[in-house]
Each structure stands twice: as structure tokens, then as C-alpha cells.
T-cell receptor, first 109, second 114 residues
Framework: GIQVEQSPPDLILQEGANSTLRCNFSDSVNNLQWFHQNPWGQLINLFYIPSGTKQNGRLSATTVATERYSLLYISSSQTTDSGVYFCAVHNNAGNMLTFGGGTRLMVKP | DGGITQSPKYLFRKEGQNVTLSCEQNLNHDAMYWYRQDPGQGLRLIYYSQIVNDFQKGDIAEGYSVSREKKESFPLTVTSAQKNPTAFYLC?????????????FGQGTRLTVV
């Protein structure tokens, strides 16, 4: 099946700093999503981005499907950005959503 | 409110018992999924269903069973055959049936074996 790798696995930032999280996947995909898991375990949808670039406030994402990677940008980080960020992809058959291992972000005040 | 509802939020099970986790959605989504998350780890797929009365095993189906009798409901049973059931369980749904659409998650059920 598809392999999804995220980097870095852990990231510590000072409040106000910018960061880039990366997601690589091993095969062509129909769909890619970015999620933020909050301290209570809830998965919050950030972006549905099979290709191209999207922005939502301080967050933006870019997927280059032909090169099999996606990037999540966090600008002017805040302590509330802390948590785990996951990317997930649907295979071409569309029947399985596979997750990467996540990037654990801690933003210090 | 549209969304995915998982219940209960916390569940305690004695060893040797079967337990059933509920997942209901009112988003009119075709596809539904169950994932398991262990502490500090990513999500692993247990089962998925693309249509009523049909479901497929994911990567870690052993010790689990599901049913899909209604489009809105996809309950997961953790059987006594599951050797290490303590984990966080998440249910998701998406549309269309082939799953290219955006997936949404419930709030999860924390299962603890006592």
C-alpha cells in the first residue's frame, strides 16, 4: 500500500516563529488532507488539497502531486498551534485513507 | 447539527469481554472508517465500508468486527480475541463512495481494559 512519511517528527518553536511541515507519499493519490489533533484527541480538518495551494489565515498548504509531496506552512505560530499535525492520503482506488506518523509541534510562549 | 457522533467517550472493559463502540453520521456520506491510535503514534486503519452491507479489512482487523446495516451507522466490536485493545478509537466518514472527498472525524472513544 501507499507509504506516507512526515517530517520532522518533532518540532519546538518559539511563539511568533514560522515553520514548514512536510509530507511525502510513495504513489499517486486522489486526495490529500492535513489535520491538527488537539490535546483532547479531536482531529480538526485543516486542508483538503489534492493539488495546488490553499491558504487559511496563518496556515497555508501546497501539494505537488507529480512530485509526491505536500507542505504545510505555519506563520507567526501561537501556543494554540501546539499538537500533532497529520497528513493523510487516499489511494487511487479511493477506498483507503492512509496516515503519516505525524509531526508533534510544541510552541513555547 | 451535521457531524459524526461517537459514543461513549470513555469505555472500560474487563478482560475477556466484547464491547461495541458506536459511530453515527448524519452527513449522508457513503464511506465510513474505523481507526486505532496508540499513545504517541499515528492512526491505523481497522475496517472501512464504502456502501451498506459491505465492508473491508484494513491493516489491523484481527480481533475486531463491524457491521453496516444502515448508511448512517458503522459500529465497531472489540472482541476478546483482540490482545491489546486499550487505545483511542476514531471513526470517520467521507463521500463519494470511492472516497475522493474530504473525510471528517468523530471525537473518538478511549477504551481501557481493566
Amino acid at each position: 500500500g501507499i507509504q506516507v512519511e512526515q517530517s520532522p517528527p518533532d518540532l519546538i518553536l518559539q511563539e511568533g516563529a514560522n515553520s514548514t511541515l512536510r509530507c511525502n507519499f510513495s504513489d499517486s493519490v486522489n486526495n490529500l488532507q492535513w489535520f491538527h489533533q488537539n490535546p483532547w484527541g479531536q482531529l480538526i480538518n485543516l486542508f483538503y488539497i489534492p493539488s495546488g495551494t490553499k491558504q487559511n489565515g496563518r496556515l497555508s498548504a501546497t501539494t505537488v502531486a507529480t512530485e509526491r509531496y505536500s507542505l504545510l506552512y505555519i506563520s507567526s505560530s501561537q501556543t494554540t498551534d501546539s499538537g500533532v499535525y497529520f497528513c493523510a492520503v487516499h489511494n487511487n482506488a479511493g477506498n483507503m485513507l492512509t496516515f503519516g506518523g505525524g509531526t508533534r509541534l510544541m510552541v513555547k510562549p | 447539527d451535521g457531524g459524526i457522533t461517537q459514543s461513549p467517550k470513555y469505555l472500560f472493559r474487563k478482560e475477556g469481554q466484547n464491547v461495541t463502540l458506536s459511530c453515527e453520521q448524519n452527513l449522508n456520506h457513503d464511506a465510513m472508517y474505523w481507526y486505532r491510535q496508540d499513545p504517541g503514534q499515528g492512526l491505523r486503519l481497522i475496517y472501512y465500508s464504502q456502501i451498506v452491507n459491505d465492508f473491508q479489512k484494513g491493516d489491523i482487523a484481527e480481533g475486531y468486527s463491524v457491521s453496516r446495516e444502515k448508511k448512517e451507522s458503522f459500529p465497531l466490536t472489540v472482541t476478546s480475541a483482540q490482545k491489546n485493545p486499550t487505545a483511542f478509537y476514531l471513526c470517520a466518514s467521507s463521500t463519494p463512495r470511492t472516497g475522493e472527498g474530504e473525510a471528517f472525524f468523530g471525537q473518538g472513544t478511549r477504551l481501557t481494559v481493566v
